[in-house]
């Protein structure tokens, strides 16, 4: 659903640059073709991000003329317009603190976040599935678990309902 109203304008500006200046393909160092716009919503305000965007210039490269980013995760997921502190705030407020999604929207509202309820509840998601990516990191858990001898598997059952079958 399409806003209602106009988006605040950008409390700050940010211009990011992208660390590599060279191609990957060819080696040859890249020229910057044109800047890109993104306006991002975190904690501490909205923030209008320029980016500048690079391109190979050498004719025999694979890469020719295709554009290179700069890396902008730390402000938010693709396509994004809330930054990742505040999935982050909504994940702890969620499974730490218990918080429904009507309490965490009105808890974003009055640090004068404006987001409508129902993008709480997809950011919420969004949360579960960042850490569900996290947990089913495998080079991860065989770094953590290399030294251990061993791994107890611990199984919570729940009281089954009429019909239904536990494991």
Not at 50 to 62: A, F, G, H, I, Q
Not at 124 to 152: G, I, P, T
Not at 154 to 161: E, T, V, W, Y
Request: hydrophobic fraction near 35%.
């Amino acid at each position: 659903m399409a806003r209602k109203y106009r988006r605040p304008p950008a409390t700050q500006q940010v211009v990011l640059e992208s660390l590599q200046t060279m191609c990957r393909a060819c080696g040859s160092r890249m020229r910057m073709g044109h800047h890109s716009h993104r306006t991002v919503t975190t904690l501490q305000g909205i923030t209008r991000l320029t980016l500048k965007v690079y391109r190979c210039r050498n004719l025999e490269c694979s890469r020719f003329h295709q554009p290179t980013r700069p890396e902008e995760g730390r402000w938010a997921l693709p396509h994004g317009e809330f930054g990742l502190d505040i999935i982050a705030a909504i994940g702890t407020w969620r499974f730490s603190h218990h918080r429904s999604v009507p309490e965490m929207h009105q808890q974003l509202l009055s640090l004068g976040i404006s987001i409508a309820e129902r993008e709480v509840t997809h950011l919420m998601h969004r949360y579960e599935k960042l850490v569900s990516l996290h947990v089913a990191d495998r080079q991860r858990l065989v770094k953590r678990f290399r030294d251990q001898k061993h791994v107890l598997l611990a199984i919570d059952g729940l009281q089954p309902d009429v019909g239904h079958e536990v494991l």
